[in-house]
Each structure stands twice: as C-alpha cells, then as structure tokens.
C-alpha cells in the first residue's frame, strides 16, 4: 500500500544521521548506507537532533530487540528537528514492513533492504513511504502477526556497496549475507536470504578502502564463507591468510563449532589474534538436536581444550539460549557445569524468543518466563564471576594494546563493542599500538599503563 508523501520533501534534506541497533553485520550496512547518503550529496549530522534525516538500521532477531527497534524510531522521531524525516530500515523493516506502516504512522518511511535511500531521492523502488500523523509516544507495538511477504528486488545491492574509510582503527569486514542453516529458534534465512558469498578480490579492496589496523570477520555464518560457491571452508582460510598480509589483527567473530577444523584453528592462531567467538547455544546433547543444531558439551570442551594446549592464551566468547522449549533441569545443569568447566573468557546468555515461521514456534513443553529468568541470572551471575577472575589473572602481565580511541583500547583479548576494554592515559595516541602494564581490573575492564 502506498500512501501520500510526507509534506516535506525528501530531496531538500541536507544532512544525516544513521542509528544502528543489532549486530556488527547491521553496522557494515549502516556504514554503507552512510556513504552513499554522502556520494548522493548529503553530510553527517553532529547528532539525530540536528539531522535532516533519521535512518534506523534496525535488529529483528529477537523479541527484545524489535521492541528496543521501535522504542529508539519513536524517540528519534519525537526528538528530530523540525521538518526532518525519519526512515525505518534494516531486519526489522524488511520482515515486517507493512505492519510497521500501519503501527508507527509517524515514521516517514519504512524501507526494507536496498531501498532506504529512496528516503533522499535515489529513486528505489521497494521503499514504502508512509504519511507523518500524530500519534501515541512510548506504547509498545506488537509485532506479532506473519511477517511481510518477500519485498521488490532492490535497485542496489547493499552488500556489495562501497565504504567509506573506517572512522576508528578497527572496521568489520562483512564476507557474506544470508544463512543456509536451519537452526530451530532462528528466523533470519527468511529474511536475508541463502548465503551469498562475496568474491576474495572484492574483500581485499575493500580491506585496502577501510584502512584499518584491526579487521574483524563477520557473517551469519562465517566458518561457511565460500560454501555457496562450491569450495566449502577452505576459503575461509586463504581470506584469513590474505587479510593477515594487510593489517595488523584479523580477528573473526560467529563461528559454528562443527566447522572448526584443524586448517581453520591453525590458520586463526597464525594471525597473532588467538580469539575464538564460538556459536554453541547450549550444551545438552538432545536439545541442540531440538535446536536442530551439532555438538554437546564434551565435544565442545574437547575442542576448546586442543586449542588451549595449541595456544595456552587463546580467548574464547559464546553465547547460550535459555529456556528453549523442552529444556530440563538436568539440560540447565548440564550448561552450568560445562561454565564452570570451559572457563570461557566471555559469555552471553539470552532467553529464548519464539520467532514466528520457525521450527521453535510450533514445539510443546515450553519453559516458564520465570523459570527461564531463574536460570538466566545464575548462568549470568557464574560467569560474570569466572569472567572477572580470569582479567584478575591478567594483572602484572604486559599486554600489546591497539588504541581505539583517548584512553580506551584493546589488547586481541577484546573484540570491539562487545567485550570489556583496557583503560590507558589519555597521552597514548590513537589509531596505535602500545605495550602497556596492566595494572588492576574493574570487572570486565582492565586498567594498563605504559
């Protein structure tokens, strides 16, 4: 359904913002969205207050983050400049679009992928534009009902738009888009579609633009890059090798266990950057299979304990479904024992989201929200414990730290955004590498000097 424009028109806008919620993944396109609002003309607004244009790059993977989507677009439409237009793009657009149309009629625009640069006069055709009308703030909206059928081929492909220079030392570096998994809780192949994986060539021009000491790998499923092209994991690791040539740190984030092989552990560790973002999402042999998911628990720690043996200081991050449909409490102790047993540096846990048109939604013996809540703060409150004694350990040793930005940085234990930082002085100079002395720990943080 398309409605009237907005009385303002989309051509006069002049500058920009872009607010990004979600995954690393939705960051890459946030950026080349931003330099394609810039090639057409527009600059980068100070803040979403003084833009001409709102873009919100939204996340849809769970409940929680629809909902912190819409919570964000309705405040940055109550708080935009007057006359300025907000746009709703990303996962949450693309899945939902003509429901949004009808719950947020003060968006201006909900945009699916490919398509929110219509908001500026591209002249993309899957955009829907929606009339401004003033309505309710601060309610929640359901989205509930069967997400939007699949929208227009897009006038662009977004994975494959350039980008601008990084703006920090580190950049992520997106290999591929879409998923072939069928994981039972995940509704993302709906939405992003079969794997796609980007050519070798392509990525290494795009590392050589970026200009950043540090990239960081992601995909929905990264160990898989190359697979759709019909050379399986093996391509992963000469990406690994040719980007290694290049920086400094290559460090890669989401890897399913079942594709960590010796070629791929080997070729990790040779970049200096021992950090391994393993995506288990339980340990309990029968409810992985629920999840439709590989492994269990031994099989996991075996793994993790060859890499230790291989590289005593290698780091390891993963993250855990809580209250999945059929889980016991012999599955929830089976989890917490192997928290205790694997040590992993860090660790999220999150409870389960029914997703509409997934396996999950459809399974019996659900988990009670507040059983589920139970679990959820003592699998938190162990880890944040093993987590805080594991950065005690690290006190007294020298660490390499690169410098993101005055008196923050990252030894190759951290990956940006999502794990704790090293607190330096302020003197030590961005965009640089530093070996400091770590000197205490706040938690998750680490304080160094040099």
Not at 58 to 63: D, K, P, S
Not at 165 to 170: G, S, T, V
Not at 219 to 234: E, I, K, N, V
Not at 355 to 384: C, F, I, K, W
Request: charge should be negative; aromatic fraction near 6%.
């Amino acid at each position: 359904m398309i409605r009237p424009a907005p009385v303002r028109s989309a051509l006069m806008a002049r500058t920009f913002w872009v607010e990004t919620l979600g995954c690393p993944k939705n960051q890459v396109d946030s950026d080349k969205l931003g330099g394609l609002l810039a090639a057409d003309g527009l600059t980068a607004a100070v803040g979403a207050g003084q833009a001409d244009l709102v873009v919100v790059n939204t996340c849809a993977f769970i409940e929680e983050a629809r909902q912190e989507s819409i919570d964000t677009a309705l405040a940055l439409s109550q708080g935009r400049a007057p006359g300025a237009q907000v746009v709703l793009t990303g996962c949450l657009a693309e899945r939902y679009g003509q429901e949004l149309v009808e719950a947020l009629p003060e968006i201006d625009l909900v945009a699916g992928f490919g398509s929110s640069l219509a908001a500026v006069g591209v002249g993309v055709a899957a955009a829907v534009p929606v009339e401004a009308a003033p309505t309710a703030r601060g309610v929640a909206v359901s989205i509930s009902a069967k997400p939007a059928a699949t929208a227009p081929v897009p006038a662009f492909d977004l994975l494959e738009l350039p980008r601008p220079p990084a703006a920090a030392p580190w950049a992520y570096l997106k290999v591929a888009e879409g998923c072939d998994r069928a994981c039972g809780f995940c509704a993302i192949p709906s939405f992003r579609g079969p794997q796609r994986s980007r050519p070798l060539d392509v990525l290494i021009d795009e590392v050589t633009q970026l200009g950043a000491r540090e990239i960081v790998l992601v995909a929905q499923d990264l160990a898989s890059y190359g697979r759709d092209q019909g050379h399986g994991t093996r391509d992963l690791v000469p990406l690994i090798e040719a980007v290694a040539e290049r920086v400094d740190r290559v460090r890669l984030l989401y890897l399913y266990p079942s594709e960590l092989g010796d070629e791929l552990i080997g070729a990790v560790l040779a970049t200096g950057v021992p950090y391994f973002d393993l995506s288990l999402q339980h340990v309990s042999r029968p409810l992985l299979r629920r999840m439709r998911r590989w492994g269990d628990g031994d099989r996991f720690l075996d793994r993790i304990g060859q890499i230790r043996a291989a590289e005593p200081g290698a780091v390891f991050r993963s993250n855990f479904i809580v209250g999945y449909p059929g889980e016991t409490e012999r599955d929830h102790d089976l989890l917490l024992d192997f928290v205790e047993s694997a040590q992993l540096d860090w660790c999220g846990f999150f409870a389960f989201s029914p997703e509409v048109g997934t396996y999950a939604s459809g399974l019996d013996a659900t988990v009670p929200t507040g059983l589920t809540a139970e679990r959820l703060a003592e699998l938190r409150e162990r880890q944040d414990a093993i987590t805080a004694a594991r950065r005690d350990e690290l006190i007294g040793s020298r660490v390499e730290v690169l410098v993101d930005e005055p008196g923050t940085a990252r030894s190759y234990r951290e990956a940006p955004e999502i794990d704790g930082v090293v607190l330096v002085p302020d003197a030590l100079a961005v965009g640089q590498f530093a070996q400091v002395t770590v000197v205490d720990a706040l938690g998750p943080d680490l304080v160094a000097r040099p």
